[in-house]
Every structure is written in structure tokens, then in C-alpha cells.
């Protein structure tokens, strides 16, 4: 399995939800290896190897390119603040483009 990809389904809440009925709970929440074994990840193509290791790589890049841009701080940000400064001013033009005045001539 893709390292990556593990970590990436053990952030899911359905992971998360699914660990959470084999923490033994005390004064110390613990999570013991019998009970991380109950834990099911899905994985793609499960019946080939190869298939499966190369649909996990696409979801790592869509995920890593997804996280650069949502938490980039010189890429994505920059990038979503003109966006929608362009999409204001063509909704504030729409909004303020009133038909001309039609001029009767008596």
C-alpha cells in the first residue's frame, strides 16, 4: 500500500469513526494493535496489486495538488482572491448597467 494514501483514508471521519469503537477508553484513551487490525481501509482495485498501487498514486497527486492549493499561502490564496475579485466586479457592472434612457423628441 501507498504510505501516502494510508495516511491520507486515516484522516477520513469515517476512519476516524471506525477507530473509535476499538479505543479502549480508561483514564488513558489507548488504541491497541488488535484493534487497529479490526479497522478496514478501503482499497482500490483490491484483486490487482499493480492496478490498485497506481489508482492509490492518482489519489495521493489529486490530494497533494488539492492541499498545495487550499493551503498555499503564495499559490492558492492570491489565486482564489482575484478570482472572486473578478467575479465582484462582473456581478457589480451587471448589477449597475442600467438600459439607457430612451430620448423622445417631441
Given at each position: ?7 491520507y ?5 469515517a ?5 473509535a469503537k ?5 483514564k ?16 482500490p482495485?483490491?484483486?490487482d ?7 492509490q498514486a492518482?489519489?495521493?497527486a489529486i490530494l ?5 492549493l ?14 472572486r475579485?473578478?467575479?465582484?466586479a462582473?456581478?457589480?457592472d451587471l448589477l ?11
Amino acid at each position: 500500500m501507498n504510505p501516502k494514501f494510508v495516511s491520507y483514508v486515516m484522516q477520513t471521519a469515517a476512519f476516524i469513526d471506525e477507530k473509535a469503537k476499538h479505543v479502549s477508553r480508561g483514564k488513558v484513551n489507548r488504541l491497541l494493535i488488535s484493534g487497529l487490525e479490526k479497522v478496514n481501509i478501503p482499497v482500490p482495485f483490491s484483486d490487482d496489486p499493480e492496478k490498485s498501487l497506481a489508482e492509490q498514486a492518482r489519489i495521493v497527486a489529486i490530494l497533494d495538488k488539492f492541499d498545495a492549493l487550499t493551503n498555499s499561502i503564495t499559490e492558492g490564496l492570491p489565486r482564489e482572491i482575484e478570482l472572486r475579485q473578478k467575479q465582484y466586479a462582473y456581478y457589480r457592472d451587471l448589477l449597475l448597467s442600467f438600459p439607457k434612457p430612451v430620448v423622445v423628441e417631441a
